[in-house]
């Protein structure tokens, strides 16, 4: 008896070996799919992180145009012959807007009603719809614009605008950034109105 004993615990241990070796084998592949799982969630969250980021800048961009227009029609020469919608619209033309432009903030207020409307100034894109400035971020004040000296963001903002009818203009804002191995963009649109008579 003891010697059948001693025979099955030597095939025990030649068996425990290539137990082992499934055991460590399958766990392996346990943790090489809990390590993708991960990672994926990790990817998609930064994506989202981006993408409402994205989302603030181009619609952020729609609200410039509306303060443009409500400053040109409320503060718009009135001994002018065209009214305040008119040059909006005209100027808006005039600077290209209608091919896509970007604009910088940092270098207008919109609460100062003695401001000249040639200070509001819409720059082309030049060359395609991706030739837009990067937009860059300043940690002092947490905001987007053009100055070159601050931290690139990887977004671009083109805003276009199309004139639908002599009363109503739309505008379209679109943000672009690459991530991963992809390009992604937001694109907000809204009409825009004459309000005033």
């Known amino acids: 008896m003891k010697r059948f004993f001693g025979q099955?615990?030597?095939?025990?241990?030649?068996?425990?070996?290539v137990e082992t070796l499934?055991?460590?084998s399958i766990f392996t592949v346990s943790l090489l799919g809990?390590?993708?799982?991960?990672?994926?969630?990790?990817?998609?969250?930064?994506?989202?992180?981006?993408?409402?980021?994205?989302?603030?800048?181009a619609q952020e961009g729609i609200e410039y145009i509306r303060n443009f227009r409500d400053t040109?029609?409320?503060?718009?020469?009135?001994?002018?012959?065209?009214?305040?919608?008119i040059e909006f619209n005209n100027r808006l033309i005039a600077d290209s807007c209608d091919d896509s432009c970007y604009f910088d903030d940092s270098i207008v207020s919109f609460t100062d009603p003695?401001?000249?409307?040639?200070?509001?100034?819409?720059?082309?894109?030049?060359?395609?719809?991706g030739a837009c400035m990067e937009l860059r971020y300043d940690n002092a004040t947490?905001?987007?614009n053009y100055d070159l000296t601050k931290t690139p963001s990887g977004y671009t903002?083109?805003?276009n605008m199309f004139v639908i009818d002599s009363n109503e203009t739309e505008i379209v804002s679109t943000v672009s950034w690459t991530q991963g191995s992809g390009s992604h963009s937001v694109v907000f649109s809204e009409s825009l109105f004459n309000w005033v008579e």
């Open 72 to 85: 040109y029609v409320l503060y718009y020469d009135p001994a002018s012959t065209n009214n305040g919608w």
């Open 157 to 159: 903002r083109e805003i």
């Open 142 to 144: 947490g905001k987007y």
């Open 22 to 24: 499934v055991a460590i």
């Open 114 to 129: 003695t401001m000249p409307m040639a200070d509001l100034i819409f720059t082309p894109c030049t060359g395609n719809a």
């Open 34 to 57: 809990l390590m993708s799982i991960l990672a994926q969630g990790i990817a998609d969250t930064n994506y989202a992180k981006r993408k409402i980021i994205a989302s603030y800048l």
């Open 8 to 17: 099955k615990n030597k095939r025990s241990r030649a068996f425990t070996l």
